[in-house]
């Protein structure tokens, strides 16, 4: 086993001929709609170790599963690592947000009160969960043959408990998101560019210089072993070398959204900042929630209305900066789009944004709302996010609780939390400059934290290792 720190960060040119040791969703999306998320317990090291040899030739083989395309993914906690017989001094070298895990990590990302880990399902965030498996696949029929496919192995090594399932199916027949998702956005509309990968990159995705031209970010922003954006050790990973390279962290968050208190709340609030709650006034307020209208198209480019060309084109939708909007006349500081990636405005506290950004792969569950319904009907829905990072407390815990649970980092008041994601009741409130009322008070909780857990995704190379116990 080489020494700590023996190894040097590959660089960007290296990305390309490590991608197949890179497992699937992480550089590119999974383009396939249906998904279906399997935590396991495990209970008898062996056994499942066994049943790992057993999955691994399912890992990236969308291509040969029995005439049926479907992917594999697996990711572990911490009590998943230690369970499959992990080395000590390796599992001490993996940093400390993810030893203790999403649910010992609540209070410092904010999930209190509605958001709290006694509120989740599953025992998601428990000791319980050892890994996560991810299939995804073109059709219902192919989720349950993968399904079927996992269970078999799993009875047939014995010493594996399945704990809990989600499924989730992308509205969009594309499979990566959706053009009207719950709340009626279009989602995803950006994701940072990562420097050697072969996916579209497109102005505004990543990084502005100053010609005003945008540039990928570094990919050990996102993968382990690589450089990152401050060079090569940069990042805290965990040890030997062969064990992070091509791996990353991935954050799992179930996220249920209230459509109904949604769309009432925004008749409510039209009619207190503008004095109408017709249609176009309904949608201002969404997209002074969201940072952009319904569409896609982002505030920043066309304050007043929307405008689908915009949105439809990818090179104008994310080509902006909030340059001269410092007072939040076109886009409000508060926004969530603002607040997850503030862009070129001016902070309080000096921060390098592109040390904070986070690759979403995420997909809807449960059936949409029929349109126009203000009464809830009682049935789950949501969103199941999968936050992609090198460093969960850089990444992940800076944006939650920096970003979204504060206002202070962008000049509003400390209390001021993210509009979507915060906790709303008495006392929650979002600033509109420039409306005849500038201010929302008492936002409902639009979106409830349900279940979450912090996952190591190694590369191919490093998964077999630890089948094999050479860590």
């Not at 420097?195 to 382990?224: H, I």
């Amino acid at each position: 086993m080489p020494a700590l720190g023996s190894q040097p960060g590959l660089t960007s040119a290296d990305l390309k001929a490590n991608l197949h040791d890179i497992q699937d969703n992480i550089v590119t999306p999974i383009l396939m709609r249906y998904g279906r998320h399997i935590f396991l317990k495990f209970n008898d090291e062996a056994k499942s170790r066994a049943w790992l040899r057993n999955m691994f030739q399912h890992v990236n083989a969308r291509e040969r599963e029995h005439g049926t395309r479907f992917t594999v993914n697996i990711g572990f906690t911490y009590a998943g690592l230690k369970a499959l017989g992990l080395s000590q001094r390796s599992l001490d070298s993996f940093p400390e947000a993810f030893r203790m895990g999403m649910r010992g990590r609540a209070n410092v990302v904010g999930d209190v009160g509605p958001h709290a880990p006694e509120h989740w399902e599953g025992g998601l965030g428990s000791p319980d969960i050892c890994a996560m498996v991810l299939l995804r696949t073109d059709s219902d029929e192919g989720r349950e043959t993968a399904t079927r496919i996992v269970r078999e192995e799993i009875e047939a090594t014995g010493g594996i408990e399945i704990r809990f399932i989600q499924d989730t199916m992308a509205a969009n027949e594309s499979g990566i998101g959706s053009e009207g998702e719950h709340f009626g956005f279009a989602d995803p509309i950006s994701q940072p560019p990562i420097e050697g990968a072969d996916t579209p990159s497109y102005p505004g995705d990543g990084v502005p210089e100053s010609d005003g031209t945008w540039r990928a970010l570094k990919p050990g922003e996102f993968l382990l072993g690589y450089e990152d954006e401050v060079g090569p050790g940069g990042t805290p990973m965990p040890e030997p070398f062969e064990l992070r390279v091509n791996g990353t962290f991935v954050v799992f968050r179930k996220l249920y959204q209230d459509v109904a208190a949604f769309r009432r709340y925004l008749a409510t609030a039209a009619k207190s900042l503008y004095g109408n709650d017709d249609k176009h006034h309904r949608d201002l307020v969404a997209a002074k929630i969201m940072g952009r209208w319904p569409s896609g198209c982002p505030l920043d480019l066309s304050p007043e209305k929307d405008d689908p060309e915009i949105a439809a084109d990818p090179d104008r939708r994310n080509n902006f900066t909030y340059a001269g909007d410092d007072e939040g006349l076109r886009c409000p500081l508060g926004s969530h789009l603002r607040r997850t990636n503030p862009r070129a405005t001016p902070l309080k506290r000096a921060t390098a944004v592109r040390r904070h950004r986070l690759l979403r792969r995420g997909v809807e569950y449960g059936p949409h709302l029929e349109d126009g319904a203000l009464e809830d009907d009682g049935i789950d829905r949501g969103l199941i996010n999968l936050f992609i990072q090198a460093d969960i407390e850089r990444q992940f815990e800076f944006v939650q609780n920096e970003w979204m649970k504060s206002g202070e980092f962008i000049g509003l008041d400390p209390n001021e939390q993210d509009p979507i994601n915060g906790v709303g009741g008495e006392g929650s409130q979002l600033s509109v400059p420039g409306a005849k009322r500038p201010f929302l008070f008492d936002l409902p909780t639009f979106v409830t934290v349900k279940g979450g857990e912090y996952l190591f995704a190694p590369g191919l190379n490093a998964l077999r290792g630890i089948i094999e116990q050479k860590f």
